[in-house]
Structure formats: C-alpha cells, structure tokens
C-alpha cells in the first residue's frame, strides 16, 4: 500500500470570544508553508479555524489519512485551540505526528516540545522544513535528522542545529486558490472595498524589547523582490479582482529602492490597488521625493508605524531606537506627501511611571494636530516571551507559564498584570475617547453621516471632546458615560 501524500494544516481560532473578527484574514502561515507542499504535489487540507464553525470536525476527519498534522500558533487563544484539536486527534485513536510552528514554539520550542502533544517543534521559516519532514514521512523514514526542529523523546529534548533563514523569492506563489471560499477573505475596508492581506517580506532589521521578530528571525529581513511582488499582485487581480491590499510584513519600507520600485511597477501596469503597510517612523522623513510620488501615486492609503510610546526613556529601555522627534517628524513627512500615516501606541509597559504615559498622550495629541485627525491605536502592553520587557513583566509579579498547556490560559490581552487595573485601563480608554471625538478620523466623520441620531451624537462627542483637549481637562468623566450611553442608542437606533 502506498503512503498517502497527505498533510493537514490547522491555523487554530485566534479569540475566545464567540463572534468572529470584523475582518477576515487568510491564513498567510498556512499558505506559505503549504506552498512547497502544493507544488510537490502534496494533497494539503489547509484549515482556518477563524472561519469555519465545523472546524474540529473537519480536522479530525482529514487527518485519517494524512501524513502529519502541523498546528500554526502566536502566543494567545491559538494555543488553547491548537491543544484542543491535538487532544480530539489523538482521542479519535490517530497516531499522526503533530507539528507545531509559527512565533510561539519557535521562541519556546523545547518548552513546546516537551508537550505529550507536540512531536516536533519547526523553529523559524517553516516552508524547507516542512517539505523535508513530509517527504521523510512519506517515505516511511524517521524524521528526526530534520534540521530545524526540536523535539523531546523518551524524557529528553533535542535542538537538532539551525536551517539557515533562505531566501523567500524561491518558494512558490502563495496558494490563495486552494482556501475553502478564498472570497470570503476579501475585506470591504479602508485600502478598498476588496481587500486580501498579503506577506511581502519576512523578519525585521531592529531589535525592540518587547517584539517577537529579534527572537525568530536574528534581525535578518528576506523580501520578496519588486517582480515578485508584481507578479503576485497580478495574480490576486486576476483571481480574485482585489482592489485593495494589507500588508502583513512586520516592517514594509526597510528598502526604499524595493518600495519605490514595486510602487513604479503598479503604475505602469496601472493596477489601481489601495494598499497600506508598516513602515519605522525614522524611514519617512528620509525617502526621496521621487519615493513618496511613485508611493502616493501607486494608492498608498497609509504608513501603518509602530510609534509604541511618547517618552524618551521608555523608547530608550524598550530599544526601538526612535526618539519622540522621530515619531512627529514621520507625521509631518507622510502630511506634507498627502499620504496618511496611522500610529499604534501602547501605554501599560512594567515599571512606565505616569508621567511617562503623560509624554505618549501629549505625542498621540501633537501628531493628531499635525495630520488633522486622531488616527492612531492605543494598546495596553502584553508580555509575550523571550525578551527583556517579559523578564521585567516577570520581575514585577506577572505569572509566567511553564508549559505549553499553562500558555493556553495566559491571557495576552491586558487584565491579567499585576500593575494594570482596571481603573487605569478605564482611565485611558476615557483618553483616547476625547482624542478620537476631539479630532474626529474621515472614519468618525463617515459613520456620522449614516443617520441623525449618529450625526447628534458624534457632534455632541465632539464639541466635549474638543474643548477638554483644549483645556487638558479629563476629571468628573460624567460626559464620558454619558456619552457612551448615547453611542450605543445610536449604533442601535
Ligand atoms: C496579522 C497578525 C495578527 C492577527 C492575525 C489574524 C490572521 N488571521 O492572520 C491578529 C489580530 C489576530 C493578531 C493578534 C495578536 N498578535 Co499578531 N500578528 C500578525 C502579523 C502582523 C502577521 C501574521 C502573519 O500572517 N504573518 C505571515 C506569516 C507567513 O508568517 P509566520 O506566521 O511567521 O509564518 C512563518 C513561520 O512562522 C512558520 N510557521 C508558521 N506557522 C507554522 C506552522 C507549521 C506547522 C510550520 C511547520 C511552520 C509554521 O512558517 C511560516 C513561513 O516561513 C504578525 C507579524 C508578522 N509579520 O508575522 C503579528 C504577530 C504574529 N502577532 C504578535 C502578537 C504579539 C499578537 C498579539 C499577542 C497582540 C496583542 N497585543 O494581543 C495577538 C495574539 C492574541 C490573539 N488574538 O491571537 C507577534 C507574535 C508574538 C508571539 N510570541 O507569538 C507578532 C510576530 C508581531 C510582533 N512583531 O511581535 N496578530
Ligand atoms: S520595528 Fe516593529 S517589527 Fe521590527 S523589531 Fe521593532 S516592533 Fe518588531
């Protein structure tokens, strides 16, 4: 009997909550570790957990005849269901290997590998060594010369030696055509009203305290060439007529020449995308004009920058590298090239006194005056592990997991730190609050025009919002509750 080339894929539900996200996202892990598999003629079934309700039933009944399972996870909810799958796998009597990737067991992987239900850990890139591992199970043989992965057998755990990171333009097209209903991963969003996400590139030059990139990718960043990325975009185009595209690179713009050139591209092959992506705030005031014109011109919507605090000495302790000048002057860059630029702030970090979150808001409120609007996102901190900022967590009294299971129930989401309550948690929302009615987004101004209810509220929001902002006054918040009584009358009405 010949073995079956069969291998499942789980990109396991990324919330607990019961409803789904707002945006669909295609699994980019499972399409790129897929991709070699596809095109060495692997039968995969590729499984999003985050879309299918049957998603269990699913799994178990396509690993009946598969070669192995591999579970795709980020520390959070993911792991909680990727244990679950493991354990209904095993319950139905299978005997697969189960093979975990992504950024969670690649910074954990013999924490991870010591779990009864993971075989083998893939550290890192995953499409080399999954192909590798497949073939030697296809073949009958033992996986366990694998480079790349760790393992624990018989009580001891082996790191078999590193893969070197390879160059990403050799692996296949991503597989979007072979996703259960790859329409339904098309977002009416901001970039445009049939958006995909889409991964140009892998791993990150810097080196920030909190961030997992360091830790799997050693600050090395492979990119996909300006061809490549045209030619992909031709692809989404065609198959799935998108208009729009979310870049899901950590960091996008790390080479101005590759930026400018695949923007070049897309105007000449007049490709009429939307498309927006992440950029570090000290790149932007340093690109050419040309640069900025080709960008604009090809639908650059918005320069997506990690900015992460206002104060000086948490953005020196976080090494990001950026000074709070850099952030405005990103701001002013991107204003100046009628491009917007959106920020993500996180306030919460162990040990950041309260004057230092006083810097962030008054940076959040200062690139809010020069863009015209409050366009940013704030984050409470969440610890995930192997960097300095987790040890610090940990310092200060943050349970820290001791296995994968204990992960399962480790809530990233801010509530579970000892030095976050939920009084500061509320107090901050408020903040951000006044800024968003303050300085009210095309967004803010949009949804107000759907109905006259939301027209009077969003107009009383602002007219509070702005003379607080004015006067730096955020006691007696009586508005604030109030107001949010009337917001949901509005959504409801
Ligand atoms: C999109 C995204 C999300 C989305 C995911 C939605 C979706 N359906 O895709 C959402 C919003 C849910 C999300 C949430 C969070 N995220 Co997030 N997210 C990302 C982001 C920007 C892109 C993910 C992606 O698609 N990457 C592209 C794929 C192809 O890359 P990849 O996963 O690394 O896959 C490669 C390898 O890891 C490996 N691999 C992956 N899976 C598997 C499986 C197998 C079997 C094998 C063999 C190999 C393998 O092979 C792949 C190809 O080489 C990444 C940053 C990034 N650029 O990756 C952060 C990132 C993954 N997120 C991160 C974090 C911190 C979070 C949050 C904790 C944030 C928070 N404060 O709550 C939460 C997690 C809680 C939760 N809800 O799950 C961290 C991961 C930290 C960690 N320790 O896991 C990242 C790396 C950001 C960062 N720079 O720190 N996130
Ligand atoms: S710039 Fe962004 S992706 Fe790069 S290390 Fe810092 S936080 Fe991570």
Redesign the pocket.
């Known amino acids: 009997m010949s073995t079956p080339k069969k291998v499942v894929?789980?990109?396991p539900r990324?919330?607990f909550g019961k409803g789904y996200?707002p945006?669909?996202?295609?699994?980019?892990?499972?399409?790129?570790?897929s991709a070699p598999l596809f095109a060495e003629g692997y039968d995969v079934a590729l499984i999003?957990a985050?879309v299918e309700p049957r998603w269990l039933d699913l799994l178990v009944e396509s690993c009946r005849d598969s070669l192995l399972l591999?579970?795709?996870?980020?520390?959070?909810?993911?792991i909680h269901f990727g244990l679950e799958a493991a354990r209904a796998v095993r319950a139905a009597g299978m005997k697969l290997p189960i093979?975990?990737?992504?950024?969670?067991?690649?910074?954990l992987p013999e924490q991870t590998s010591r779990n009864q239900h993971a075989d083998a850990v893939?550290r890192?890139?995953?499409?080399p060594?999954?192909l590798e591992?497949a073939g030697k199970l296809s073949q009958g043989e033992d996986f366990t010369d694998v480079d790349g992965i760790t393992f624990t057998r018989g009580g001891e755990t082996v790191s078999n030696p590193d893969r070197p990171v390879a160059d990403?333009n050799q692996?296949p097209r991503l597989p979007y055509e072979k996703l259960r209903s790859p329409r339904q991963y098309l977002n009416n969003m901001h970039v445009g009203s049939r958006s995909i996400?889409y991964?140009s590139s892998?791993g990150?030059p810097a080196r920030?305290q909190?961030?997992?990139?360091p830790?799997?990718y050693g600050r090395r960043w492979k990119a996909y060439t300006p061809d490549r990325v045209l030619s992909d975009l031709e692809f989404l185009q065609s198959f799935l007529d998108v208009n729009g595209v979310m870049y899901?690179?950590?960091t996008y713009f790390v080479n101005e020449w590759r930026a400018r050139e695949i923007s070049k591209g897309m105007i000449e092959h007049r490709m009429r995308l939307g498309w927006a992506a992440?950029a570090r705030a000290p790149q932007l005031d340093k690109f050419s004009q040309e640069t900025f014109t080709a960008l604009k011109q090809s639908g650059l919507w918005a320069f997506l920058v990690g900015a992460e605090s206002g104060s000086e000495s948490q953005l020196e302790a976080m090494q990001k590298d950026i000074g709070p000048e850099d952030i405005i002057a990103a701001a002013r860059a991107a204003t100046r090239h009628g491009i917007k630029i959106t920020y993500s702030f996180i306030v919460g970090f162990p040990g950041e006194t309260e004057a230092e979150i006083e810097q962030t808001w008054r940076v959040m409120e200062k690139v809010s005056k020069i863009v015209g609007e409050y366009n940013s996102q704030l984050?409470?901190?969440?610890p995930?592990?192997?960097n300095a900022l987790y040890e610090k967590a940990a310092g200060l009294g943050m349970r820290q997991p001791q296995s994968l299971e204990e992960w399962a129930s480790f809530n990233?989401?801010a509530g579970s730190l000892p030095w976050m309550s939920k009084g500061f948690q509320n107090h901050q929302r408020q903040r951000e609050f006044y800024l968003v009615y303050g300085y009210p987004s095309e967004w803010v101004r949009r949804r107000a025009s759907c109905s006259r209810m939301r027209r009077a509220y969003v107009s009383a929001a602002s007219v509070i919002s702005a003379a607080r902002c004015r006067r730096q006054f955020w006691g007696f918040p009586l508005d604030w509750w109030l107001l949010k009584g009337m917001r949901s009358a509005a959504n409801t009405g």
């Open positions: 894929l789980l990109y990324n919330h996200h945006w669909t996202w295609a699994p980019l892990p499972l399409l790129t570790v999003d985050n591999g579970v795709s996870c980020m520390t959070g909810p993911q093979v975990w990737g992504g950024y969670h067991p690649s910074i893939v890192g890139q995953g499409e060594t999954m591992l990403i692996f996400n991964v892998q990150c920030c909190f961030c997992a990139e830790l799997v899901f690179d950590s992440n984050h409470f901190y969440a995930t592990p192997g990233t989401v």
